[in-house]
C-alpha cells in the first residue's frame, strides 16, 4: 500500500521550532516531488513548501519564507519540513503528499501549484503554535 506519514506536530509557544517528518511506505519518494500543505477549519487546503525529486528546487508560501525550510533525505525515505519562529497563524493541520512520476525527458518530478495534482495524502499533523 503507497502510503505517506506525517509526524512531528505538536503544542509550541510562539518564536518556538518544530520538525515535521512525511515518510513514505510502499514506494520510494526518489521520484516524486513531495509538498507540504496546510488547512484551516473552513478554509481551502494551501501549498506551504515543496521540493522537487532531486531535492535542487524548492518554494514556499510567502508567509512561511525565512522561516520554514524543506528538506528530503531519500536514504531514509523521508522529507522535512523546519519550521521555525512559529505564530499562532501557523496552527493548522499540515498534509504531505507527492507528485509524479518523472518526466521522462528530464527525468525529475517538479513541483506543481495544483494540489490536484497530488497523490498518496497522508492523515495530516497538527501544529498548534500558542503560549
Known amino acids: 500500500q503507497l502510503q505517506l506519514v506525517e509526524s512531528g506536530g505538536g503544542l509550541v509557544q510562539p518564536g518556538g521550532s518544530l520538525r515535521l517528518s512525511c515518510a513514505a511506505s510502499?514506494?520510494?519518494?526518489?521520484?516524486?516531488?513531495i509538498g507540504w500543505f496546510r488547512q484551516a477549519p473552513g478554509k481551502e487546503r494551501e501549498g506551504v513548501s515543496c521540493?522537487?525529486?532531486?531535492?535542487?528546487?524548492?518554494n514556499y508560501l510567502d508567509s512561511v519564507k525565512g522561516r520554514f525550510t524543506i528538506s528530503r533525505d531519500n536514504a531514509k525515505n523521508t522529507v522535512y519540513l523546519q519550521m521555525n519562529s512559529l505564530k499562532p497563524e501557523d496552527t493548522v493541520v499540515y498534509y504531505c503528499?507527492?507528485?509524479?512520476?518523472?518526466?521522462?525527458?528530464?527525468?525529475?518530478?517538479?513541483?506543481?501549484?495544483?494540489?490536484?495534482?497530488?497523490?498518496?495524502w497522508g492523515q495530516g499533523t497538527q501544529v498548534t503554535v500558542s503560549s
Open positions: 521540493i522537487n525529486s532531486n531535492g535542487g528546487t524548492t
Open positions: 503528499a507527492a507528485h509524479g512520476p518523472p518526466d521522462m525527458h528530464t527525468g525529475q518530478a517538479m513541483c506543481v501549484r495544483d494540489l490536484y495534482e497530488y497523490d498518496n
Open positions: 510502499g514506494f520510494t519518494l526518489d521520484y516524486y516531488a
